[in-house]
């Protein structure tokens, strides 16, 4: 921790979960334990060396478009049929 109090992650944590400057995460904080968590919500998709990657930690047969839909729709809060 440096001495404005900021913590940093490190790059191979920050590349993992798709995080990058400018991002928000939310904080918890119980007895002498941080927690850090992705908000909900936020978007499964991420740039990877220049190319947007969607990433549900599912495996689906779903097609990419419908994904992307799908999740834009979600964060929009629209309720699909």
Do not use: F
């Amino acid at each position: 921790m440096d001495r404005a109090g900021r913590i940093v992650l490190p790059k191979p944590i920050r590349d993992r979960l798709c995080l990058h400057e400018g991002d928000r995460l939310e904080l918890e904080s119980e007895g002498d334990q941080i927690t850090l968590r992705i908000p909900k919500g936020a978007t499964p998709l991420c740039r990877e060396q220049g190319v947007w990657v969607y990433r549900s930690g599912k495996r689906t047969t779903e097609s990419i478009p419908d994904l992307v839909d799908r999740s834009r729709n979600e964060r929009l809060g629209i309720i699909e049929p």
